[in-house]
């Protein structure tokens, strides 16, 4: 069974590419189900988008009660 993962990336991405393809090559069995980022303009949300997988943008304008909320649920 595919274990699901968050992976957290704030620049280019190169490492959240990296484990991607991995899974994509069953090297990992895992799944990537969330990206979470402090910067909607890098290579990380960008492969994200065009992967189709879901993302999340942290910065001080969230909700910090929220955002808690969904990282200790």
Known sequence: MKKNIAVF???????????????????????ICLLVSNNSNSGAVKFSINNNIDFFIYNDTNNKELIDKMLFY
């Open 9 to 31: 990336a704030s620049g280019a991405g190169s490492n959240f590419i990296n484990i991607n393809n991995k899974i994509k090559k069953n090297k990992i069995n895992a799944k």
